[in-house]
């Protein structure tokens, strides 16, 4: 997948049709064409939503539900989502820059063609979810679960890995190569299907030493 640089809302393919989005969200709710631009939404219940070529701006989600719901081409700019339930969610030909995800369920989750620009994803479950053709572009993940997730095409350019968990995931052409950081914690048996550099290897030695049972010692 190329990675481009982030866009602005005016770059936008349908900046034009878009409008402001007023009122509140329901569950299964249709919203295309729609910006919605400061919003704060307190323990909103959205599940089973379509969001079609939509824009989000310094948006707020506390808490809240969107499982099930559908995101498609929609660009996220400063959004902020702190424990909300993004369970099973679809995500498809989207962008988020300068997202904030803490403490989100997104487990069960399918993403394809999602770009991520300097975000920060801290205490996130993305445990089975589906990543294909997915980017991390100078982003934080701190305490993220991939357990049992699949990855296909994935990359992490610029991107820091602190106290990750890839327990039982699939990995296909996982590029880890351009990460600042592989702090992974557990799952390093699961990393059959990634390329990490010379340098990097020598960072994950001491993991990898633990996971096969290797004791090191110069005395």
Known sequence: MRVRTPRDLNALPYAQHLEPFTGELEPAGAYEWLH????????AEAGSSLFSQSAFSSVTFDRGRLRRS?????WLHTVRM???NLAETTWLDSECTAGVFAGAEVHGSEMRRVVFHQCKFDSVNLRATSL?????VDCLLRDVDF??????DVSFPGSALDRARFDKATLTRVDLRE???????SGIGSLNGATISTAQLFDLAP?????VGLT???R
């Open 207 to 211: 993991v990898l030493a633990q996971h």
């Open 70 to 74: 559908r995101f498609d081409e929609v």
């Open 82 to 84: 702190v424990g909300t």
């Open 147 to 152: 357990s049992g997730a699949n990855l296909a």
């Open 132 to 136: 294909k053709d997915v980017v991390f």
């Open 216 to 218: 090191v010692s110069d």
């Open 179 to 185: 990460a600042t950081a592989l702090g992974i914690v």
């Open 36 to 43: 919605f631009d400061g919003s704060a939404f307190q323990g």
